[in-house]
């Protein structure tokens, strides 16, 4: 199971980034996919999840109403509005068999894309 995340980059406090995790039709389909964060010196924490069937999409209540993530054929992506300073991180896109919002449960791992929000 491969995982290719993209789209990071340096924004202002309120703007706005789409982040991309290319999997397969075959993965999407298969596992759950979710994103997850790690700020400098913090543990890496759950943002969102997808479940495999694309009906149930939970998140993190430090990003509820600002992040949707969503899925298109073999893309997974995590739009992110209005965007504050400690969204700053690296973000990874991950694949678990079971569905869960804890990163230890995930298997597959993306590179990670970095996140920085300037004040």
């Known amino acids: 199971v491969q995982l290719q995340a993209s789209g990071g980059g340096s924004v202002q406090a309120g703007g706005s980034l789409r982040l991309s995790c290319a999997v397969s039709r075959r993965t999407v389909s298969t596992y759950d996919i979710a994103w997850f964060r790690q700020a400098p010196g913090k543990d890496r924490e759950f943002v969102s999840t997808l479940t495999r069937t694309g009906d149930i999409t939970i998140y993190a209540d430090a990003v509820k109403g600002r992040f949707t993530i969503s899925r298109d054929s073999g893309t997974v992506y995590l739009q992110m509005n209005s965007l504050k300073p400690e969204d700053t991180a690296v973000y990874y896109c991950?694949?678990?068999?079971?569905?869960?919002?804890?990163?230890?449960?995930?298997?597959?791992w993306g590179q990670g894309t970095e996140v920085t929000v300037s004040s």
């Open positions: 991950a694949a678990s068999r079971i569905w869960a919002t804890n990163w230890k449960s995930y298997d597959y």
